[in-house]
């Protein structure tokens, strides 16, 4: 059985293994489609908190079963996708129904071997049934997912000025549910074919760069200088995340969805003054998965938006990582395909 597996920072290696045998309680998947997501970049980088090596990388799946306990309430062939958090039970996340944040979490391709691989064995509590969608929207569930969680944390109510920060994947899935809840859209980045883009898929109105803009004050035009009541960094980089903070309205909502390694810091004056609410959005619940199924069925996300680029399993390289991450490529969803 083959597998893309990163044995140190930028170097990916193909490796054979032994398919697994079915175990009781599991499925073993056949792996159809895995996307490259924001994690698997920053664990190729060697800037992925959590991660160690080597590993085998991936979690965004669609797979077909091959082999499953018929009382599972599956069946061989059927077409499913994964919530790839495995979470213990018992910590306190997990009795008060917040498994995402488990205390003893493993995450598929971060903490424990992921989905880059022919064949895969998954928990069947941990399956979930297609709902009549297709092979790459089935892929794209669990990054939308992290959009629909941390926007259903932010609890939006229509009319409001949102900010999000970030434009990459995990960004443009705050961008579609934070409109579908019925914000008012902004989009902070400095990539120019990023905010094009969420202009012209996601029916973003308002753009900035703050490379070229003043941020603060274009932002304060737009909302008759009232500033965002929720701000959602996506972008996991340290400046953006202490900019943040001044983008926020007075009694506004900081989320934090992108993630990195160091400490944060902004002032304590700006950030109390506003009677702040600061918030961390980890993962997703099962529940946003099938929130995200939903609005893929009636297509108020449009799949076709996300991926960009495609290739095949056998042709995944070390330099193919680079060549997604260097944004003249215009990469927004790269999936690996095992066919």
Not at 23 to 34: P, Y
Not at 230 to 251: C, E, M, Q, R, S
Request: net charge neutral; hydrophobic share 40%.
């Amino acid at each position: 059985m083959r597998s893309i597996t990163c044995i140190q920072p930028r170097s990916i290696q193909h490796t054979d293994e032994a398919k697994p045998a079915l175990q009781q309680g599991k499925a073993l998947l056949k792996v159809k489609l895995v996307g490259i997501c924001g994690t698997d970049l920053h664990a190729f980088e060697g800037t992925q908190p959590y991660f160690n090596y080597p590993r085998i990388l991936g979690h965004e799946i669609a797979a077909i079963i091959e082999e499953v306990n018929p009382s599972s309430g599956f069946v061989k062939d059927e077409l499913v996708t994964i919530i790839p958090y495995f979470n213990c039970g018992h910590c306190i996340a997990c009795r008060t129904n917040k498994p995402n944040c488990c205390v003893n979490l493993n995450v598929l391709g971060v903490h424990i071997d992921g989905g880059m691989r022919e064949y895969i064995l998954m928990p069947q509590d941990k399956l979930v049934k297609n709902d009549g969608i297709n092979v790459d929207e089935l892929a794209l569930i669990e990054p939308l997912a992290i959009g629909a969680h941390a926007v259903d944390r932010a609890a939006i109510t229509p009319g409001e000025f949102v900010l999000v920060v970030g434009s990459g994947p995990i960004g443009m899935g705050i961008i579609e549910f934070a409109r579908i809840a019925g914000a008012e859209v902004i989009t902070i980045d400095t990539n120019d074919d990023r905010l094009q883009f969420c202009v012209q898929h996601l029916n973003v109105k308002h753009i900035i760069n703050p490379v070229k803009q003043d941020a603060v004050t274009v932002l304060k035009n737009i909302t008759q200088h009232n500033m965002a009541t929720v701000v959602f960094d996506a972008t996991g980089n340290l400046k953006a995340i202490n900019n943040g903070i001044n983008y926020l309205a007075h009694g506004g909502r900081y989320v934090l969805v992108g993630l990195q390694k160091e400490d944060f810091h902004f002032s304590h004056p700006e950030f109390h003054k506003r009677e702040s609410t600061l918030m961390s959005s980890r993962n997703a619940l099962r529940s946003d998965f099938e929130n995200v199924i939903t609005h893929l069925k009636n297509k108020s996300v449009n799949s076709n938006n996300y991926i960009t680029h495609r290739i095949s399993f056998n042709d995944v390289t070390s330099e193919q990582f680079h060549y997604w991450l260097n944004p003249k490529n215009k990469v927004i969803k790269a999936m690996i395909s095992f066919d």
